[in-house]
């Protein structure tokens, strides 16, 4: 008997059953694989616990249920400046939410998006909002009650870096705004409070994230920032700080961004069905939870730990983002205050 041609018989024999078993194998009942889809998403920084820890998991499992198909979210979170650069040069980001419209306004320009189509989905692209609050040390040892006290000798601020966060640039306005709109003369209020406040920054960050980590580690005396990083961690028992409402501040509103070049046919209805779910009463409940306030009023009834601002304003009581940009961040701060403090 030829025991070399029987072996390679046999093995070939082996190899083609493993083969047929291979292409059976999905059909062979108590065995067949669940489809798996891809959905990529890209947002700014202090979206990243919201997203991966609620809203993905919720969706999820309402897509498995619905369709059959197991799905996985590819994400990265960054600053919004930081993540609209990524998506100008390239990444396959079909899903963003941005800190502010002016980045979805870039992406816009750069030719990412080929127009405002934000503005089409529920609240022109509003995903969520919240007010910008300060952190203070516990106990309050500087006295600090509102931006005007952050412009104090002595007090030491920790400040996002507007040229990467879109948290930064809702900052200075939410600055300006609390000087300027009850003062006869808006404009030269508004610069001297943001001359104050910049003269004392210790410490600044590439992100709202990221600032919060300086502050944590101990620059400063007060950090300017999202309320939602306060209120997630005080749910939790976790706030080493204690949170100080201004009486005036803006309520930042976050756009979510579709980005149609990246979306392939067969990934359309995955994607509209995506969007379709984040602005549903689950989806904002769960941001809700995670200290975000939703645009359905009713819904924030539920977060008892929001605080009551007295004052409060959006951006477009400054016209819109393109506008302050030009005559708030760029033409006072920028051009005034950063050069009268030599920076």
């Known amino acids: 008997m030829n025991w070399r041609l029987l072996f390679e018989r046999l093995s070939f024999l082996t190899i083609v059953a493993g083969l047929a078993l291979y292409a059976l194998w999905p059909w062979i009942p108590g065995t067949r694989a669940i489809p798996t889809r891809t959905l990529v998403v890209y947002g700014f920084s202090i979206l990243g616990e919201v997203m991966s820890e609620g809203i993905f998991p919720a969706f999820q499992s309402e897509w498995e249920m619905r369709r059959g198909e197991s799905l996985q979210f590819i994400s990265s979170f960054a600053g919004s400046g930081t993540v609209t650069n990524q998506m100008i040069l390239g990444v396959p980001a079909e899903v963003g939410v941005l800190s502010l419209e002016l980045d979805a306004l870039r992406l816009v320009k750069a030719g990412v998006l080929r127009g405002p189509t934000w503005r089409q989905l529920p609240y022109a692209g509003v995903l969520n909002r919240t007010p910008f609050i300060i952190l203070v040390r516990p106990g309050n040892p500087k006295g600090i009650h509102g931006f005007s006290d952050l412009a104090r000798p002595g007090i030491g601020v920790v400040h996002p870096d507007p040229l990467t966060s879109g948290g930064a640039n809702w ?140 004052d409060p304003f959006l951006i477009r009581d400054f016209g819109d983002w393109p506008q302050a940009k030009r005559e708030i961040v760029d033409a006072i701060w920028k051009n005034r205050v950063l050069q009268e403090i030599g920076q």
């Open 171 to 310: 900052a200075i306005v939410a600055e300006y705004g609390a000087a300027s709109r009850h003062s006869p003369d808006p404009a030269q209020a508004g610069y001297q409070l943001l001359l104050g406040i910049w003269r004392n920054v210790v410490a600044q960050a590439a992100s709202a994230r990221a600032a919060r980590t300086q502050f944590e580690n101990g620059f400063g005396d007060a950090l300017i920032t999202y309320e939602q990083e306060a209120i997630r961690d005080l749910a939790r028992g976790r706030l080493r700080a204690e949170i100080v409402y201004p009486r005036s501040t803006i309520f930042s509103e976050h756009t979510l961004v579709v980005v149609d070049k990246n979306i392939a046919i067969e990934q359309r209805e995955l994607v509209e069905a995506f969007v379709a779910f984040l602005w549903s009463d689950p989806a904002q409940s769960i941001f809700v939870k995670f200290g975000y306030r939703s645009m359905n009023e009713t819904l924030n009834e539920s977060n008892l730990l929001f605080g009551h601002i007295q």
